[in-house]
């Protein structure tokens, strides 16, 4: 991941370049490359489903962020595991599904996901409660990886079904990922 990153920054201009550094470590140990309230802004997307207790990552990623900081999380949403495969025909997985957080990624790794009560209440502990939250990819979950978006007209009524139902109530409680948002405490 670090040398896609790498690539894509290379493609990018001189001014952005010179913006980014990038540091290799655990999420867990911030302290030791970065001061707490160092940023406003940290994001946490899908990475949470690769580690086995999340608890002290987010504590780490949390005591770098500056009060009224924004953590945002993009998770795999364990209430909904069952739905890409119960969609699919796949009734054994989608039965399995209903009584674990573990799962196959798309890429054949396992991985875990994370139910909203569970997240909201780990934000609350660590001094950034939840603010907000989305559902991402309610009805495109689906889609193919190399197929390509639709264009024009059509895109444009995707993104609004996608919007729509990602801010709604009960859409977004069943979609495949969780978009969450904290904000750090404190003045």
Same mark, same amino acid.
């Given at each position: 991941?670090v040398?896609?990153?790498?690539?894509?920054?290379?493609a990018?201009?001189? $001014? !952005?370049q010179e913006r980014?550094? !990038?540091v290799?470590g655990? +999420?867990?140990?911030? +302290?030791a490359?970065?001061?707490p309230g160092?940023?406003?802004?940290?994001?946490?997307? &899908?990475?949470?489903?690769?580690?086995a207790e999340p608890?002290?990552?987010?504590a &780490?990623?949390?005591?770098?962020?500056?009060p +009224?900081g924004?953590?945002?999380?993009?998770? %795999?949403?364990?209430?909904?595991?069952a739905?890409?495969p *119960?969609?699919? $025909?796949?009734?054994?997985?989608?039965?399995?599904a209903?009584?674990?957080?573990?799962?196959t990624n798309r !890429? $054949?790794?396992?991985? %875990?996901?994370?139910?909203l009560?569970?997240?909201t209440a780990?934000?609350a502990g !660590?001094g950034?409660?939840?603010?907000?939250w989305? *559902?991402?990819?309610v009805f495109?979950?689906l889609a193919?990886?190399?197929q390509?978006?639709p264009? $024009?007209?059509?895109l444009? %009524?995707?993104?609004a079904?996608e919007?729509?139902?990602g %801010?709604?109530d009960p859409y977004?409680?069943?979609?495949?990922?969780?978009?969450?948002?904290?904000v750090? +405490?404190g003045s």
């Open positions: 991941m040398e896609a990153l790498r690539l894509a920054l290379s990018e201009p001189a $001014g !952005i980014v550094r !990038i290799e655990d +999420g867990r140990d911030t +302290g490359h970065f001061l160092t940023f406003d802004v940290v994001l946490c997307h &899908g990475v949470l489903m690769y580690v608890d002290p990552l987010l &780490g990623l949390a005591r770098v962020l500056a +009224g924004v953590l945002s999380l993009v998770v %795999r949403n364990a209430d909904a595991l739905m890409r *119960g969609l699919s $025909g796949d009734w054994d997985t989608a039965l399995a209903f009584d674990s957080p573990a799962y !890429i $054949g790794v396992e991985a %875990r996901a994370d139910r009560e569970a997240l780990t934000l !660590i950034a409660p939840l603010q907000a989305y *559902g991402v990819r495109t979950d193919a990886d190399d390509a978006p264009v $024009g007209a059509e444009e %009524r995707l993104l079904a919007d729509r139902a %801010r709604t977004r409680a069943v979609a495949a990922l969780l978009h969450l948002c904290g750090r +405490g």
